[in-house]
């Protein structure tokens, strides 16, 4: 069966939404996968919550535009706003079990009671663990890639290595391990299957 | 040798044009072509060749007419305010046969219109926008691959027929980044025509044509001598009002852009048994090849015809495809433009639904489907 992964990568300017789907991006494109990348241009994207998505598949993208995402990953609470909260399809879609947010758990305040959330340190993880604010983006992409399922841990870290300058390649990869462990160690939530759904072929 | 890489769109007309071997590139930035310009600022003087920004489109084009004059492949990019300011030196160089590429990167206008949304609402002005019966070579792709892979076309188009080609695309294509493999250029690809004699003080052929109908006009420099004008010339390339020199030489012109049918035949989607035939071309055809997935899956019998050459028409194809329709939908980002040549080409035998949209946002899958679903319920198939 074919299938396709419609992400997006939600933020506020300077969150490094944009590198983070450049870096999923190109991992799919190592594992064998066809990726389509559009973000915001323009006026919108200039201040408040910006957003990069990514769509992936194992035949070539007709439609390269991210429908309701399979997975939303947001790092920001204007992100999350303008998303999720004020979008009623992706709302359902988190309840009915069809979108899976990974929201910052410091950042986002996420509704009660809605399924389909996962929050994470994202920020707290970066500043404290790592000592460097600015690669929350990356433990997300390793949380992303591990949610998705449709990475190794390998290939992940390796995109994002080829992305980092040298001096900041080993920050970047504990970076994208610390937020796959993340994501890995909610495995009750996460029972393995494939994240992503079946498009006609 | 190849690379998979991930490209944006622009990006990938840049490295196209220099992998084709452009060596020139005078233009004047605008959203959302800019990073054509930017790559190109940066890769060109590496490569021991010009960038300049220039004060205007104006002359932009005008730089890049004295460079492909002078031998050099060159090329501008722009939008449609830009383009707008193009027309007068693409009909000169239509006119004049100076081969060069003009990348139009389409928003939605007129005027300033809306500098960041796409549209494809500069087909027509592709084809009329200068005046006069001008012959054009115009081609449209569809993906960040095809962009870089186009634009390498079209600079063999350009050399080979000696006439500027237009690529069209869009701000989606534009800005979007897929995976995009760079090959090395196809080797031989065929030059311009020069002549065949050497320069002297008896070379009077400065615009006579070869099989194909193309001028052999020699770059400037090379010892000859000789006129190039706007004016309707001779073979010499001295101005005449002859009314049968200047019709056949109007009517050599169109003539010699029929080759670019055979280079870039339309592709076809799941036509062979296809009786509902959606026909749309760049961002619109890759919602429209989907939407054929989704129809199939409903029952219809739904095939799309994708030209990757707005102009000439591929009349043949078109004919082909639309021959055994019930319903003709021609899709596209503007108030009906291309679509008025499927139009011509079905003529009044075959209903026609067209699905046109203007106003900033690209035509989505569903509409597309809905469209096509609520045409054959209203009966429109007979």
């Known amino acids: ?201 | 040798m190849s690379t998979l890489q991930l490209v944006q769109g622009n990006e990938a007309c840049a490295l196209g044009a220099l992998a084709a071997g452009c060596r020139f590139f005078a233009g004047y930035p605008i959203s959302p072509s800019s990073e054509i310009a930017e790559a190109l600022a940066r890769a060109l003087p590496r490569r021991g060749g010009v960038f300049i920004q220039m004060e205007d489109e104006m002359a932009s084009l005008g730089a890049v007419l004295g460079a492909a004059m002078g031998g050099a492949r060159a090329m501008t990019a722009t939008s449609g305010p830009g383009f707008t300011l193009m027309q007068e030196h693409l009909g000169y160089a239509s006119l004049a046969e100076i081969p060069c590429v003009v990348v139009d990167v389409m928003r939605g206008g007129p005027s300033t219109g809306l500098p960041t949304s796409p549209s494809q609402g500069d087909v027509m002005q592709a084809r009329w926008g200068s005046h006069g019966d001008r012959a054009t070579v115009v081609v449209a792709p569809a993906s960040v691959q095809e962009v870089h892979d186009l634009t390498g076309t079209a600079f063999a188009l350009a050399e080979r027929l000696r006439t500027p080609v237009v690529v069209l695309f869009d701000e989606v294509i534009g800005h979007m980044r897929e995976g995009v493999t760079l090959a090395a250029p196809p080797a031989g690809s065929a030059g311009r025509p020069v002549p065949g004699e050497p320069p002297g003080p008896s070379f009077r052929s400065a615009y006579r044509p070869n099989a194909e109908g193309v001028a052999m006009v020699p770059d400037f420099g090379r010892g000859y001598r000789f006129h190039v004008t706007g004016l309707m010339h001779d073979e010499r390339g001295y101005p005449t009002s002859d009314p049968a020199t200047v019709a056949a030489l109007l009517e050599r012109l169109e003539r010699k852009t029929d080759a670019a049918l055979d280079a870039l035949p339309p592709e076809r989607y799941r036509l062979e048994d296809a009786t509902v035939v959606l026909i749309a071309y760049g961002i619109t055809a890759r919602m429209a090849r989907a939407a054929v997935d989704v129809l199939r899956e409903r029952g219809i019998p739904a095939g799309l015809l994708r030209p990757r050459l707005l102009w000439p028409v591929p009349v043949a194809a078109l004919e082909e495809a639309i021959a055994p329709a019930e319903l003709v939908v021609a899709a596209e980002m503007n108030r009906g433009q291309w679509s008025l040549e499927v139009e011509r080409v079905a003529g009044r035998q075959v209903p026609l639904a067209p699905y046109l949209k203007a106003g900033g946002s690209i035509i989505s899958v569903e509409e597309l489907v809905e469209h096509v679903l609520a045409a054959t319920r209203e009966g429109v198939l007979a």
Request: charged residues 20%; contains cysteine; glycine residues 10%.
């Open chain 1, 1 to 201: 069966m074919t299938w396709r992964v419609d992400s997006r990568f939600a933020g506020a300017g300077g969150q490094g939404l944009a590198l983070a789907a450049v870096v999923v991006a190109e991992a799919g494109l190592a594992s064998g996968y066809a990726v389509a990348l559009t973000q915001e241009y323009g006026p919108e994207a200039r201040g408040g919550a910006s957003r990069a998505d990514v769509v992936l598949s194992d035949e070539p993208i007709a439609n390269p535009q991210c429908g309701i995402p399979d997975i939303l990953l947001a790092l920001h609470d204007k992100a999350w706003h303008k998303f999720a909260r004020t979008r009623p399809a992706v709302m359902a879609a988190l309840a009915e079990g069809r979108c899976t947010a990974l929201v910052d758990a410091d950042l986002v305040r996420v509704e009660p009671g809605v399924a389909g959330i996962l929050a994470l340190p994202f920020e707290a993880a970066a500043r404290t663990e790592l000592r460097a604010k600015v690669v929350a983006n990356m433990i997300g992409v390793g949380a992303f890639a591990c949610v998705s399922g449709r990475f190794s841990r390998d290939a992940i870290e390796e995109a994002v290595a080829k992305r980092s300058p040298e001096a900041f390649r080993p920050v970047n990869r504990a970076a994208v391990r610390r937020g796959w462990d993340m994501a890995a160690a909610h495995g009750s939530v996460f029972d393995g299957s494939l994240v992503g759904h079946a498009v006609s072929a």
